[in-house]
């Protein structure tokens, strides 16, 4: 039985126990552009890469700082390592979301997003949660929301190749680690 999995790169990890040579962007973004939003169960396929990028677009047009775009941009990279459970899911598995934070963290640290504040974890998923409610009413048969929240920017939830979303993605990572 392996206790690590090989990444897009070739890098043998072990996600448990992640260490920063193990953490690689090119493969969270290669990763992240493969993974389906919603388990699949969208329109269309969009992905979690997209879905990052769009969150990150979201926070530089609320004019926050480059940190608060990249930890946007990063907030799921856990799922680079050990995939995505829907919320519904994931709220009833502790284990997952110690091991999830874990991950996260340890990715943070990497990037240089190591001393956030709860403030800034706080804004970080004010917008996961207003871009998901603004995914699903679009992008998801079935759900009708009371109503909308506001977005400043104008999000992508358009079908894209996963090659492009992790060009994009690898871009928008560039941009905001100066």
Not at 48 to 71: F, I, M, P, Y
Not at 152 to 161: A, G, I, M, N
Request: a negative charge; proline letters at 3%.
């Amino acid at each position: 039985m392996h206790d690590f999995m090989c990444t897009f790169s070739g890098l043998r990890v072990n996600p448990l126990n992640l260490r920063n040579e193990d953490i690689a962007i090119e493969d969270i973004a290669h990763a992240l552009s493969l993974l389906c939003r919603g388990s699949g169960h969208l329109k269309y396929f969009y992905s979690v890469g997209q879905h990052c990028v769009n969150c990150a677009k979201e926070a530089q047009a609320r004019n926050w700082s480059d940190t608060l775009a990249l930890t946007c941009l990063l907030h799921d990279a856990s799922e680079a390592y050990i995939s995505d459970i829907i919320r519904p899911v994931k709220k009833h598995l502790a284990n997952y979301m110690q091991i999830e934070d874990q991950i996260l963290a340890a990715i943070f640290r990497k990037f240089g997003l190591g001393s956030l504040t709860d403030e800034d974890y706080r804004k970080m998923k004010t917008i996961d949660n207003e871009m998901l409610e603004n995914e699903l009413s679009i992008l998801m048969n079935g759900y009708t929301a009371p109503s909308l929240p506001h977005l400043y920017s104008q999000p992508d939830f358009r079908l894209k190749e996963s090659a492009a979303v992790e060009q994009e993605f690898l871009s928008l990572f560039k941009q905001l680690q100066k």
